[in-house]
């Protein structure tokens, strides 16, 4: 087993428009928490793109964070890798995820959320309150102090999403072609 002092903290921010990966090692703990490495893939959004598909975006953004930080030859099961996924927002989604991840990494702690967890948590000690997220896609999130829980959204471009980057940007496309067509107002 590792010495949990020398452990190796990897968050993963899985979006559906770019992933990111931060590691954090435990012994430059300080405040503020700075990364020692960061590193970008593409999409990884496990309702568009399955959980195979996601998992490789975030593995990729996984190991560029490790390179930035000069980890080649730390042992895994030192890793302690949160993921937070958009499109993970069901219990079945996270275990899939959590699966293919922790097969990969076999020897490391791995914890798998949805994307809106992360949010409340930064916010809030308690983890009380509501996070939504309007990016690629949209969510929202909520835990009262009793730890009940409720959500709205997180469906997909197809089924909602509203107030997300895709639905203002079909929004804007539907209303430039209507003018073009002289179906709708004339627009900048």
Known sequence: MS??????????DAGGSKTTAWVVQEQNWGDPVRPTGCGHAGPANVRTLGIESSFKE???????????????????????ICVAAAGAGRRQERRQLHDVAAAHYPSASVLVTH?????????STDQVGIALICGTGSFAWGRNLRGDEARSGGWGYLF?????????????????????DGRGESTT
Do not use: C, M, W
Not at 3 to 12: E, K, R, T, Y
Not at 58 to 80: H, M, N, Q, T, V
Not at 160 to 178: M, N, P, Q, R
């Open 3 to 12: 010495d949990p002092a020398n452990s190796v903290l990897i968050g993963v």
């Open 58 to 80: 975030i593995r990729r953004s996984i190991d560029r964070a490790l390179a930035e930080a000069g980890i080649f030859d730390r042992p895994r099961d030192s890793f302690k």
């Open 115 to 123: 994307d809106a967890q992360p949010i409340l948590a930064a916010a």
């Open 160 to 180: 909602g999403d509203e107030g997300s980057g895709y639905s203002i940007a079909i929004a804007a496309l539907k209303a430039v072609t209507h003018a073009a």
